[in-house]
Nanobody, 124 residues
Framework: VQLQASGGGSVQPGSYLRLSCAAS????????MGWFRQAPGKEREFVGG????????YYLDSVKGRFTISRDNAKNMVYLQMNSLKPEDTAVYYC??????????????????WGQGTQVTVSS
């Protein structure tokens, strides 16, 4: 599967953005999808994941209640809605996919396919 993330930008604290990730391939619905981010000088971190059905999600503690992951399997799309953005959310955001035998949606490991990243900058 090939992934392409979009929707990043520069916003003020308290604003919102929605990132999108378009996936190729007819078996998209079989993949667990995840979002990661990497800030300058920091390790990449697992922001959250969503099960193949979309019924289950997992979030990093620092984004719980502010970020929402969703997917539309009919459109081969996964989304990251980010509300109440904070300066510490500034990072390059990546979408990623892993097959059904590579782990569950709440694990940040096993992701085999990656998008190219989209920059999110939160600053006043």
């Amino acid at each position: 599967v090939q992934l392409q993330a979009s929707g990043g930008g520069s916003v003020q604290p308290g604003s919102y953005l929605r990132l999108s990730c378009a996936a190729s391939g007819r078996t998209f619905s079989r993949y667990v999808m995840g979002w990661f981010r990497q800030a300058p000088g920091k390790e990449r971190e697992f922001v959250g994941g969503i099960s193949w059905s979309g019924r289950s999600t997992y979030y990093l503690d620092s984004v719980k209640g502010r970020f929402t992951i969703s997917r539309d399997n009919a459109k081969n799309m996964v989304y990251l809605q980010m509300n109440s953005l904070k300066p510490e959310d500034t990072a390059v955001y990546y979408c990623a996919a892993k097959g059904p035998n590579s782990g569950t949606y709440d694990e940040g490991t096993g992701f085999d396919y990656w998008g190219q990243g989209t920059q999110v900058t939160v600053s006043s």
